[in-house]
């Protein structure tokens, strides 16, 4: 089982959707979690982090902690193309060290 | 942005020749790492640093040496470049290790092939 799992897609969805990433992850010490957006070709860029279970809001993303059920997820509302690009969701097991998922492929279809 | 810089950006090499990417960065932070990208296997920890001279081993640092004399520098060396090696490399800092400070920022990444 890897640390942290992702369905790599593509997730396609039409512009004006909400597109909804998930995340799995396994070490329950696990204590901050981030999502990132790497367009091809280009670096991972933070979109957010979390460290509570509950929501977390930024404009139009919204990320969501359950450490019960060891998930993280990020909702996109009105996806645009613009936000075609792959998700990566990290976790840190409070040593500095992030853990990656493979990354999520998202497609905003206009 | 963060002020993080890679060089080169893109090098071309031959199997068993030493190769030294550079990471520079320009907000005094602590902690630095380079991570290797490959399809199928996402982002990977090679080697880190926690300060001048102190580093250590991820999970894939066979085949890999880092040096940090300076802050602002981190190094990483392929000793002898293998073909598995090729691959894009990016170097990523953090303020801190715990949680509140762990935020990592990545640098523009170098593509690195190796024939």
């Known amino acids: 089982q890897k640390e942290v799992e992702q369905n790599s897609g593509p997730l396609s969805v039409p512009e004006g959707a909400i597109a909804s990433l998930n995340c799995t992850y396994s070490?329950?010490?696990?204590?901050?979690f981030f999502w990132y957006r790497q367009y091809s070709g280009k670096s991972p860029e933070l979109i957010m982090f979390?460290?509570?279970?509950g929501d977390k809001e930024d404009g139009r993303f919204t990320a969501q902690l359950n450490k019960a059920s060891q998930y993280v997820s990020l909702l996109i509302r009105d996806s645009q193309p613009s936000d075609s690009a792959t998700y990566l969701c990290a976790v840190n097991r409070n040593t500095g060290k992030l853990i990656f998922g493979q990354g999520t492929t998202l497609q905003v279809k206009p | 942005d963060a002020g993080i810089t890679q060089s080169p950006r893109h090098k071309v090499t031959e199997t068993g020749t030493p190769v030294t990417l550079r990471c520079h960065q320009t907000e005094n932070h602590r902690y630095m790492y380079w991570y290797r990208q490959d399809p199928g296997h996402g982002l990977r920890l090679i080697h880190y640093s926690y300060g001048v001279k102190d580093t250590d081993k991820g999970e894939v640092s066979d085949g890999y040496s880092v040096s940090r004399s300076k802050t602002e520098d981190f190094l990483l060396t392929l000793e002898s470049a293998t073909s598995s090696q090729t691959s894009v490399y990016f170097c990523?800092?953090?303020?801190?290790?715990?949680?509140?400070?762990?935020?990592?920022?990545f640098g523009p990444g170098t593509r690195l092939l190796v024939l």
């Open positions: 070490d329950r010490g696990s204590q901050s």
């Open positions: 990523a800092i953090s303020e801190k290790a715990g949680t509140g400070g762990e935020t990592q920022y």
């Open positions: 979390i460290y509570s279970n």
